[in-house]
């Protein structure tokens, strides 16, 4: 297994179209979590998974975002009508639960949106 | 809930001479504490982390970090530093509760003259 793996890297849209971005976690997590990072700031919780199940979103993530895991593998960020406040990097991370060291967390390289 | 300081959002450094990046965090219960690192065009990847016992950890590359419960502070520090270690360090902090939800500072970048 190679890591975190998401797509697209990089994403130009404009101001109203839809966006999704797909996240692969290492095959054994069963934890995903998403994140976004603006330029000059820490990652910046989303939402996260455990399995399929989600179980914790942001206040930052308003109705216009969507999460989603089906059967508890790949997982999908959408952001319906895109504005120009959502460009950012959009990280994804895994971690498996009920490890020693739970917490840990392995990122992919993030998908960077921007919105003209 | 947790939340965490970086003190200082850009650091330089001379090559060779020690690095020292600091971090506050706040949390009602005990801390599982980590060190990021990204370097340009790449992800974030585990520098380091503290769940339990020994306070003073050591991770990669030389860094280590350690724990001071009465200073709520989880420094890291490196004795020599090397040009490789330019990136953005990002404290962390999660805790059991809550799906160890990680909530990060905001990076300090490191910055080494030759």
């Known amino acids: 297994d190679t890591g975190v793996s998401q797509n697209p890297r990089h994403k130009i849209t404009k101001r109203g179209q839809n966006v999704t971005f797909r996240c692969d976690p290492i095959s054994e997590h069963n934890r995903l979590y998403w994140y976004r990072q603006t330029l000059g700031q820490g990652p910046e919780f989303l939402t996260y998974?455990?399995?399929?199940?989600?179980?914790?979103k942001s206040r930052l993530l308003s109705d216009r975002f969507s999460a989603e895991r089906p059967k508890g593998s790949f997982s999908t960020l959408e952001i319906q009508r895109t504005e120009q406040g959502d460009s950012a990097m959009y990280l994804c991370a895994s971690s498996l639960a009920g490890t020693v060291g739970t917490g840990e967390l392995f990122f992919g390289e993030g998908s960077r949106l921007t919105v003209l | 809930a947790q939340s965490v300081t970086q003190l200082g959002s850009h650091v330089s450094v001379s090559e060779g001479a020690l690095v020292l990046l600091r971090c506050n965090y706040s949390s009602s219960v005990p801390p599982y504490l980590f060190w990021y690192v990204q370097y340009p065009n790449q992800g974030l990847q585990l520098l380091l982390k503290?769940?339990?016992?020994?306070?003073l950890v050591k991770g990669i590359n030389g860094f280590e970090a350690e724990f001071k419960k009465s200073e709520t502070s989880f420094h890291l520090t490196k004795p020599s530093a090397h040009m490789s270690d330019a990136a953005e360090y990002f404290c962390?902090?999660?805790?059991?509760?809550?799906?160890?939800?990680?909530?990060f500072g905001a990076g300090t970048r490191l910055f080494v003259k030759a």
């Open positions: 503290y769940t339990t016992g020994a306070t």
């Open positions: 998974f455990q399995n399929e199940a989600q179980l914790e």
């Open positions: 962390a902090v999660s805790v059991s509760t809550g799906g160890f939800k990680t909530i």
